[in-house]
Nanobody, 121 residues
Framework: QVQLVESGGGLVQAGGSLRLSCAAS????????MGWFRRAPGKERDFVAR????????YYAASVKGRFTIAKDNAKNTVYLQMNSLKPEDTAVYYC??????????????WGQGTQVTVSS
């Protein structure tokens, strides 16, 4: 398994920006994807974005597309989530995830501890 440590959360005003980082340790295989989920208070955990470890194919939730950008640095084993034009509804605990991905599913078998993002109106 891969160990994941998130950083970069915080408090920001609506319209502002934050960048989350997820540093991975352990072996990341070529068929892996890494990405982000979030859980808002009282809600289910939702998918946010992912990127494949080779090829850099990206996929976003409709709610963040055009505002969030996921990127990676293979040399640093780190994935980033640049969040722009933040809205109060983006307030959540953000979790980094990693695992093998196929055409039909992404098996997230490693999770970070989460980092809080709070957007004030």
């Amino acid at each position: 398994q891969v160990q994941l440590v998130e950083s970069g959360g915080g408090l920001v005003q609506a319209g502002g920006s934050l960048r989350l980082s997820c540093a991975a340790s352990g072996r990341i295989f070529g068929n892996y994807a890494m990405g982000w989920f979030r859980r808002a208070p009282g809600k289910e955990r939702d998918f946010v974005a992912r990127i494949t470890w080779t090829g850099s194919s990206t996929y976003y939730a409709a709610s963040v597309k055009g505002r969030f950008t996921i990127a990676k640095d293979n040399a640093k084993n780190t994935v980033y989530l640049q969040m722009n034009s933040l809205k109060p509804e983006d307030t959540a605990v953000y979790y980094c995830a990693a695992g093998p991905i196929t055409v039909t599913e992404w098996n997230c078998n490693s999770w970070g501890q989460g980092t809080q993002v709070t957007v004030s109106s």
